[in-house]
């Protein structure tokens, strides 16, 4: 672990963990074209010296780069780095909170897996983590991510009468619950935020609050972290005009334990499909439903009843239902070899319900 100069990890501190994204990202021509850059080029040290004399006094920082990719290479081994290392920092007396600085690209990924293996026990300790990220490279005139960076600093150090311990996210003066991410947007700076119930990170307000009091008494239990290399395999299918039943049975004869069905409106999909998700569910697949219109909830039985053993994805977009299917998956492994007949559908489902914040 290195330290911002004239600061100490042997005090209580925040400790800044960069994955890399964008607001590590370097631009070759950055007044002629920003958006033409490579990302994850700069260590978080240097984003931190950059930002130093706006640090308020009183905040101790410490750093770590667990990696310096584009967030769209982010691979499952990578995700279980990064919940144990946070596990363990969190365990740290001296932690009062972690930041992260991530691509924007796949946050909402991270985000869910945050939430899902070590939301309860951020809560339970009473700290936060800030996911943080940026729509504009490092050397961009109007770069974003320092004042992104400062705002998640600022956020992740102050008391937790303000705001519970748990999993958040700052982009563009708002914050919103790292689980609530969603980026629908190419490039306007509040991409992964805009579509998420949020509120102001300089004055919260007391509707979102209340909101993430509903969310954190619903998240009981955290659920366990695969080993990286016994991450489930889940694919995501769209659903479309002209469907066909290949896109379904191809997978019947692979390793394929899961499949997530984004289907258009409220989640329905392609008469074409019906008959080999049948196929799928009697092999043992696990199939969840939801939507491809980026806004919204999947609810059960609804528009028709549900295929037996296929699961809705309540407030869940795609990305985000394949990952909590594979940890619930994962989960339903775990509790088996503990000697308990839970299954995926009993995970899913307390994930599934979770209430919208906000
Ligand atoms: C990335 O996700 O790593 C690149 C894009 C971004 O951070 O906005």
Request: proline share 6%.
């Amino acid at each position: 672990m290195s330290t911002i100069p004239s600061l100490s990890e042997n005090s209580p501190h925040i400790l800044v963990l960069g994955m890399g994204g964008t607001i590590a990202g370097l631009a070759a021509s950055p007044n002629e074209n920003p958006l033409q850059y490579e990302a994850g080029q700069v260590e978080v040290d240097a984003l931190l010296a950059h930002v130093r004399s706006a640090i308020p006094t009183g905040i101790a920082l410490a750093t770590r780069q667990l990696a310096n990719i584009n967030s769209r290479n982010l691979s499952e081994s990578l995700l279980t780095r990064l919940g144990e290392e946070i596990r363990k920092e969190l365990a740290n007396p001296l932690v009062r909170g972690v930041v992260v600085t991530h691509g924007t690209d796949a946050i909402e990924e991270t985000g869910i897996f945050l939430q899902l293996v070590c939301g309860r026990y951020a809560q339970d300790l009473g700290k936060r983590v800030i996911l943080t990220g940026a729509m504009l490279p490092a050397n961009a005139p109007q770069a974003d991510g320092p004042s992104n960076l400062l705002d998640a600093i600022r956020w992740a150090s102050t008391p937790v009468d303000n705001c519970p311990g748990g999993i958040y996210a700052v982009m563009d003066g708002r914050g919103c619950m790292a689980m609530d991410l969603s980026k629908r947007h190419t490039t306007a700076l509040n991409a992964p935020i805009a579509a998420s119930p949020s509120s102001s990170v300089g004055l919260i307000n007391p509707s979102w609050l209340s909101g993430v009091k509903a969310l954190e008494a619903a998240w009981q239990e955290d659920l366990p972290i695969p080993k990286g290399d016994e991450w489930p395999w889940v694919e995501i299918l769209t659903s479309h005009s002209g469907a066909r039943s290949e896109t379904i049975s191809h997978w019947l004869d692979t390793r394929v334990q899961g499949l997530v069905l984004a289907g258009s409106g409220m989640g329905g999909f392609h008469d074409e499909w019906l008959k080999p998700l049948a196929g799928a569910a009697k092999r043992g697949i696990a199939l969840v439903r939801t939507s491809r219109t980026g806004a919204g909830l999947t609810l059960p039985n609804i528009p028709e009843k549900d295929l037996d053993g296929c699961l809705a994805s309540g407030k869940l977009s795609a990305p985000r239902a394949r990952i909590a299917l594979q940890l619930a998956l994962n989960a339903e492994k775990q509790a088996k070899l503990a000697g308990k007949s839970l299954t995926w559908q009993d995970f899913f489902a307390r994930i599934a319900v979770l209430p919208e914040v906000g």
